[in-house]
């Protein structure tokens, strides 16, 4: 048997793949990216946040996707077609004129279908990698794709507020680069071979289990189980929150008294807040267990959508900027909670279209991101966005605490 410690591909493989999420994480940077745009062709802020819901959406259908093409066509024929269609999706919109509908289709449609198709294949053959080693490999992979708003997304507003360079140019440059990196990354992108003998994982004694025997359930039956539908519902409004602060964040700050420049950081800071979140919530697992874990991320999401609310009532920056931290911690522990779920109440053989299926909470959760917005551009003002959004991260509590076994 060969072993992976030796083999350079484990080793090259981890790097690779968080660089090509950093580049791919440049989707949730929408609160800069969308600055020039408005100003441009004086697009609103609903039709800007009809954007946003549009692109989750075809990121929550391009996993479900990717999933299903990595089994027909291979992981690196996969990734090198949906780094060709995020660079062609950023190019394109770099041509956009006063029709937003066209924004739709080459943002929305095809860079966010684009990565969301990347996102699903990369993860899944990277982590294929570290069996031994899955929290530190999901904590880097997603540690660069959160990191993608901080990094990327201040390089882009210098671009955006350079003469020379311009939004135009600076969209183009950001899918060129982008798609040319996920594109080098399909090449290497080669799940495990069979033979290949891995590391055995630390079993750790004081680990809290499941108090049912798991089951591998197939997507069909998955869907005929209540609990499925609660957590999925659970989900959704948790997610919704983070989904919501990520499309008016720049703006939420400066709303509040923050400088401009501030703002943007804070996109940034939130993003990593969002990777750190996901590493924190893989911890938890590990230590309280699953239930615990998902009763501890809900309380985390009434505490974001909480701190934000008096930050605006108060006029407070000190409070946004501690809103948006824990938002991004709430955030990150989405994925995590949504992931360790479907693993432990379905099982593992079906697990990879099972959790894309899970994963279309986002695509509904957008949608209550655009409602926040409408709610904003109506009242005037955040108040009433963050007190549905407090509701909604407070049903989710109760649901989530219905769920007992599958």
């Known amino acids: 048997m060969i072993k992976t410690d030796n083999i350079s591909t484990r080793k090259l493989l981890l790097p690779i793949g968080t660089v090509s999420m950093l580049f791919a994480g440049i989707i949730y940077a929408w609160s800069i990216l969308k600055a020039p745009l408005a100003n441009e062709f004086g697009w609103d802020a609903k039709s800007l946040a ?78 294929a990698w570290f069996p031994d080693k899955k929290g530190l490999c999901s904590g880097c992979l997603l540690m660069g794709f959160g990191a993608s708003s901080l990094l990327l997304g201040k390089i882009i507003e210098k671009m955006f507020n350079t003469e020379s360079i311009g939004w135009r140019t600076t969209f183009m440059v950001t899918g060129i680069v982008a798609g040319i990196i996920l594109i080098i990354t399909g090449f290497f992108m080669k799940r495990p071979d069979t033979s290949i003998q891995f590391p055995v994982p630390e079993i750790k004694r004081k680990k809290i289990k499941e108090n049912f025997d798991i089951k591998d359930l197939s997507p069909t039956e998955m869907l005929k189980k209540f609990s499925f539908w609660r957590a999925f519902i659970c989900l959704i409004c948790l997610t919704a929150v983070g989904n919501s602060v990520i499309s008016f964040a720049r703006d939420l700050a400066i709303s509040v008294g923050s400088e401009a420049e501030l703002a943007t950081t804070l996109v940034g800071i939130l993003a990593i807040c969002n990777g750190l979140g996901r590493i924190l919530t893989g911890f938890l697992f590990d230590n309280v267990g699953r239930k615990n874990t998902m009763v501890i991320a809900n309380i985390i999401t009434i505490a974001a959508a909480g701190v934000i609310l008096i930050s605006i009532v ?26 360790a779920f479907t693993a432990a109440f379905y099982g593992t053989k079906y697990y990879q279209t099972n959790f894309s299926i899970m994963n279309f909470n986002l695509l509904f959760a957008s949608f209550i991101a655009t409602v926040c917005s409408n709610l ?22 109760v649901l989530n605490l219905s769920i007992k076994k599958p």
């Open 50 to 127: 009809l954007n946003f819901t549009f692109t989750m959406s075809f990121f929550c259908i391009g996993g479900f996707l990717g999933s299903i093409l990595t089994k027909k066509i291979g992981t690196q024929l996969t990734v090198i077609l949906s780094g060709g269609l995020t660079g062609i999706g950023f190019i394109l919109t770099s041509f956009s004129s006063g029709n937003i509908i066209l924004l739709y289709i080459t943002y929305a449609l095809m860079a966010g279908l684009g990565i969301g198709i990347s996102y699903n294949a990369i993860i899944s053959t990277v982590s």
């Open 314 to 339: 108060t006029n407070s920056v000190i409070l946004c900027i501690a809103g948006l931290c824990i938002t991004g911690i709430s955030y990150g522990a989405c994925p995590t909670v949504s992931a």
């Open 376 to 397: 904003m551009l109506s009242s005037g003002g955040y108040t009433t966005p963050f007190i549905l959004l407090l509701a909604l991260s407070t049903v989710a509590l």
